[in-house]
């Protein structure tokens, strides 16, 4: 069983920063791919972005190439997002999950989730 508990959200103007982390309880981290995704009011959830094992390969959806980036510490136990120009359209409540394959953009492929953290982004 792994446990993940995202921090980082907040309130944040149009244009801003903000990291999420996920922390995981598991001594076997790095034996998971990470992904984030993130649930907007009144709509599905939806992929953002995943990395492989190592941290040597990532993927994005097309809305936020180019400004978040997703990382890892295997040595923390953590993942992280960087969400750089952020638009009132990111606000959301952001999930990281655990997965035991990497390069999937399908909620069904991660097995573990996080409770979830709230970005809102003002204009």
């Known amino acids: 069983q792994v446990q993940l508990v995202e921090s980082g959200g907040g309130a944040v103007q149009a244009g801003g920063s903000l990291r999420l982390s996920c922390a995981a309880s598991?001594?076997?981290?790095?034996?998971?791919?990470m992904g984030w995704f993130r649930q907007a009011p009144g709509k599905e959830r939806e992929f953002v972005a995943a990395?492989?094992?190592?941290?040597?390969?990532?993927f994005y959806a097309d809305s936020v190439k180019g400004r978040f980036a997703i990382s890892r510490d295997n040595a923390k136990n953590t993942a992280y997002l960087q969400m750089n120009i952020l638009k009132p359209e990111d606000t959301a409540v952001y999930y990281c999950?655990?997965?035991?394959?990497?390069?999937?953009?399908?909620?069904?492929?991660?097995?573990?989730w996080g409770q979830g953290t709230q970005v809102t982004v003002s204009s």
């Open positions: 598991t001594r076997t981290f790095s034996n998971y791919a």
């Open positions: 999950a655990a997965g035991s394959v990497y390069g999937t953009n399908r909620e069904r492929q991660y097995a573990y």
């Open positions: 990395i492989s094992r190592s941290g040597g390969s990532t």
